[in-house]
């Protein structure tokens, strides 16, 4: 298949001159009949009104007409005159047959074509009073049609200069929508470059407009994004290095015999968990990379959400215990069918607790909550602990953001979780909203409906 393409310019012209065509070939297509029938109509009414004058006196109408062809020379029309009885007299004597005067004579008018000699004449006649005697009058209608030719030629004219200027006008309107056309086409090509911050070009034409302008939405939503891997990348170059130059300075030590021997478990657990935040941080950006994936499945289940809210604070009761954190439960207040998948479910009340439990102190409370929504499901965690600042609500689940803002002040995780969290949420049709807790900490709220995802 060839890869033809033409200009944008070269279809503004080719698409006027095509319209300007078929307005010329339509307009004459009409034209050139009507303006022919109008012509022979209006040559055959002249012809009546000077038959009708002739025969206002026919006892003159020789002498007028021989006083005419004195006076201003012979003209195309002829004409003739039919007694009572007897033959015709006239120049037209020989036009008329012998039908057409019976017909005259019989109904006191004739109008008839008549072809003589290769030409087309028009015929008229009318009868004068109840005496008999009628006048016939003659028109070719070659002069007839000599004159509609000229008039034709001028409207010919006419078309040709339309189909010019809009030629001439589908060149401009075309060199100005292709120009902004290129200029837009150049800033995506810079844009694919890598280049940012270019200023949109203003046009008068809406769909130019629009798209200049969608350039520029694109533009700095690239800019954005490029942003955010930077950071993405600086944090995870971050917090890989941290636990690698922790096993590297330990295995040096190790190797250079610097460690005691009754040090050594002491040094395996640090190793050890060293090794396990490395882990998790490969399983969360494993996860994240799972939940961008296009074949990333769910399953449609009928979801005890009760139950699962209670299996959920069992299985961190340990964890909590561990860290004097009560762990609550307030299951909805009705027992009714919710489809969904389960096992996401509880992935994503997993991470929304583990964040909670991070977060809150000692002595401290993390309540897991659900509730109807009509027929949707409302799942809530909440914790005790110090809370966002205020701003930070609205940013809880950008990757990192929470662990920049606050790894120097308290316990943090891979920087990872949230966002994990709220993906997955999406994923499943729902939403992942964060608020401040009454009176203190964060509640991270889930709405979904039901077979969401």
Known sequence: MSDRRTSLGTRFVATALAGAAVVAVVAAALAVPLVRSVA???ARDELVRAVDALATAPRKTAQLLVQERRAVGPDDRSYAVVPASGPVIGEAADVVTDAQVAELRETGTLSATVHRDGDELLVEGRQVGQRGVAVIGVQPVAAVDAATDRLLRRIGLALALGLAVAIGLGLV??????????????????LADGERGLAPAPSSVTEIHEMSQALGALDHALATSESRQREFLLSISHELRTPLTA?????EALRDGAIPPEETAKVGAVLTAETQRLDQFIADLLSLARLEADDFRLQDAVVDLGAVLAD????WQATAAAGDVTVEVEPPTSARPFRGDPLRIRQLLDGLVENAMRATPAGGRVTIRGEWNDGDASLSVSDTGPGLAPGDHERAFERGYLHGRYAAQRSVG???????????CERMGGTLTAAPNEPTGTRMTVHLAPGGG
Request: hydrophobic share 40%.
């Open 40 to 42: 022979r109509d209006q």
């Open 173 to 190: 309107i075309g060199r100005r929508a292709t120009r902004s056309v290129r200029d837009a086409a150049a800033r995506a090509h810079r």
């Open 247 to 251: 096993l590297r300075g330990y295995a």
């Open 312 to 315: 959920t604070a069992a299985a």
């Open 414 to 424: 891979t920087g990872l979780g949230l966002s994990i969290a709220h993906r997955l």
